[in-house]
């Protein structure tokens, strides 16, 4: 398995305002995700964060939102940018060893962010 | 486009209950369907898998069968403990990259 490392657990913020969400892997990995948790909903996959290479967004998600890093195999970050209250949700790192369709994913325990 | 549905919650049980969560998927091509769990305080982790048709996924005495007639992958356990409240989520995946979540039930077990 993987253990994933994600800091801060939780952040109160205010509008307007940033905040980058960092995401350590214990092992290097193939792919690593983050996924938003918006209260009483389902997980939803933000993006794939690629290494060295521009992150691969899904629909309704834009880099400058969200710009993701992944300077090396265990390491990335998410910035959520000029936050508004519809920003409040968990946000996860999710990370795998490889690609194959069988396997699972690893996740961090989650920022809880807050927007006031 | 591919999807889960899951019972929605909460459920409360009592201690020794059985359990059953459903979920049913929608899927182009043959997934692979997961069950996640996130305990109180703690991360998501997997609890158990199913990789093709008629495979049981089985872990700390949770099941669920992968049943393609029915596209369904049901959780169940013949007697739930307190320590088995958390959130369950259903999932699948098809490719190399997303999983796809259903919405999570909130199990509460009480003594």
């Known amino acids: 398995s993987a253990v994933i490392s994600q800091k801060p657990s939780r952040d109160i913020c205010q509008r307007g305002t940033s905040l980058t969400i960092q995401c350590q892997v214990d092992?290097?990995?193939?792919?690593m995700f983050w996924y938003r948790q918006q209260p009483g909903q389902s997980l939803t996959l933000i993006a794939t964060?690629?290494?060295?290479?521009?992150?691969?967004?899904e629909s309704g998600f834009v880099i400058d939102k969200f710009p993701i890093s992944r300077p090396n195999l265990t390491f990335s970050t998410l910035t959520v940018s000029n936050m508004s209250p519809e920003d409040s949700s968990i946000y996860l790192c999710?990370?795998?060893?490889?690609?194959?369709?069988?396997?699972?994913?690893?996740f961090g325990q989650g920022t809880r962010l807050t927007v006031v | 486009g591919d999807s889960v549905t899951q019972m929605e919650g909460p459920v409360t049980l009592s201690e020794e209950a059985f359990l059953t969560i459903n979920c049913t998927y929608t899927?182009?091509?043959?997934?692979?369907l997961f069950w996640y769990v996130q305990y109180p305080g703690e991360g998501l982790q997997l609890l158990l898998k199913?990789?093709?048709?008629?495979d049981k996924g089985s872990n700390k005495g949770f099941e669920a069968t992968y049943r393609k007639e029915t596209t369904s992958f049901h959780l169940e356990k013949g007697s739930v403990q307190v320590s088995d409240s958390a959130v369950y989520f259903c999932?699948?995946?098809?490719?190399?990259?997303?999983?796809?979540f259903g919405t999570g039930t909130r199990l509460t077990v009480i003594p």
């Open positions: 999710s990370a795998g060893r490889d690609i194959e369709m069988n396997t699972e994913a690893f």
């Open positions: 999932a699948l995946k098809t490719g190399a990259n997303n999983l796809f």
């Open positions: 199913a990789t093709k048709a008629d």
């Open positions: 964060a690629n290494q060295g290479s521009e992150a691969t967004y």
């Open positions: 899927a182009t091509g043959y997934p692979s």
């Open positions: 092992s290097q990995v193939t792919m």
